[in-house]
C-alpha cells in the first residue's frame, strides 16, 4: 500500500473506508489495494478530502469506486466531503501489500509475483502456468490456466 497521511485525527476516517469493498475483488477494500491514497479533513471547513488513484486511468470501475466511496461517508453521517481523482503518480502493483496479495491468491486471483517472472496458480500453487488471453473478465486481469492442474484462473496484471 502506498504511504498515507494517516494520523489520530483522521483515523476513524481510514477505518470507514476500509469498509469499501473494491467492486472487483470484493474480498479487499479501495484501501488495501492502493485506490484510497489519502484522507484528510479541513480544520476550518471540516470538509473531507479523499484522493484515489485507480487501478488504470480509463479504468471502468471508477465511478463505481467514487459512488461506493460517497454511499459509505453518507451512511456514516458525513455528508461534507470531496473525491478527488489523481493520476500521477500511476497506480501500480507495488502498493499491494503482501497481506493482500495472499487474500487475491486465497480467492482464486493470482496476484503479481516480486519479481514479476512468473505468474502462480492459485489452486496448486504451480508456476507452470500458461496465458490464454491478456483479456480478464476485468480490465486489470488477462486469463491464465495452470499446465499442472489444468485449472483455469485470473491473473491480475502487473502495473509499475
Same mark, same amino acid.
Given at each position: 500500500?502506498?504511504?498515507?497521511?494517516?494520523?489520530?485525527?483522521?483515523?476513524?476516517?481510514?477505518?470507514? @473506508?476500509?469498509?469499501?469493498?473494491?467492486?472487483? #475483488?470484493?474480498? %479487499?477494500? @479501495?484501501?488495501? %489495494?492502493?485506490? %484510497?491514497?489519502?484522507?484528510? #479533513?479541513?480544520?476550518?471547513?471540516?470538509? #473531507?478530502?479523499?484522493?484515489?488513484?485507480? $487501478? *488504470? $486511468?480509463? /479504468?471502468?470501475?471508477?465511478?463505481?469506486?467514487?459512488?461506493?466511496? =460517497?454511499?459509505?461517508?453518507?451512511?456514516?453521517? *458525513?455528508?461534507?466531503? =470531496? #473525491?478527488?481523482?489523481?493520476?500521477?503518480?500511476?497506480?501500480?502493483?507495488?502498493?499491494?501489500? =503482501?497481506?493482500?496479495?495472499?487474500?487475491?491468491?486465497? =480467492?482464486?486471483?493470482?496476484?503479481?509475483?516480486?519479481?514479476?517472472?512468473?505468474?502462480?496458480?492459485?489452486?496448486? +500453487?504451480?508456476?507452470? $502456468? +500458461?496465458?490464454?488471453?491478456?483479456?480478464?473478465? $476485468?480490465?486489470?486481469?488477462?486469463?491464465?490456466?495452470? @499446465?499442472?492442474?489444468?485449472?483455469?484462473?485470473? *491473473?491480475?496484471? /502487473?502495473?509499475?
Amino acid at each position: 500500500m502506498v504511504d498515507s497521511k494517516r494520523n489520530k485525527d483522521n483515523e476513524y476516517l481510514w477505518d470507514i @473506508l476500509s469498509e469499501v469493498p473494491d467492486p472487483e #475483488i470484493p474480498v %479487499i477494500n @479501495l484501501v488495501e %489495494i492502493g485506490v %484510497i491514497r489519502d484522507v484528510q #479533513i479541513n480544520n476550518n471547513t471540516k470538509k #473531507i478530502s479523499v484522493t484515489i488513484t485507480p $487501478t *488504470y $486511468t480509463g /479504468c471502468p470501475a471508477k465511478k463505481l469506486f467514487n459512488d461506493l466511496i =460517497e454511499e459509505k461517508l453518507i451512511e456514516k453521517g *458525513y455528508t461534507n466531503f =470531496e #473525491i478527488i481523482t489523481v493520476l500521477s503518480p500511476a497506480w501500480n502493483t507495488d502498493w499491494l501489500s =503482501e497481506k493482500t496479495r495472499a487474500k487475491m491468491l486465497a =480467492e482464486g486471483i493470482s496476484p503479481p509475483t516480486a519479481d514479476n517472472k512468473f505468474v502462480v496458480c492459485p489452486n496448486c +500453487k504451480s508456476k507452470n $502456468t +500458461k496465458v490464454i488471453s491478456d483479456f480478464g473478465s $476485468t480490465a486489470c486481469q488477462s486469463l491464465y490456466s495452470c @499446465l499442472d492442474c489444468l485449472e483455469p484462473f485470473s *491473473y491480475f496484471k /502487473c502495473h509499475v
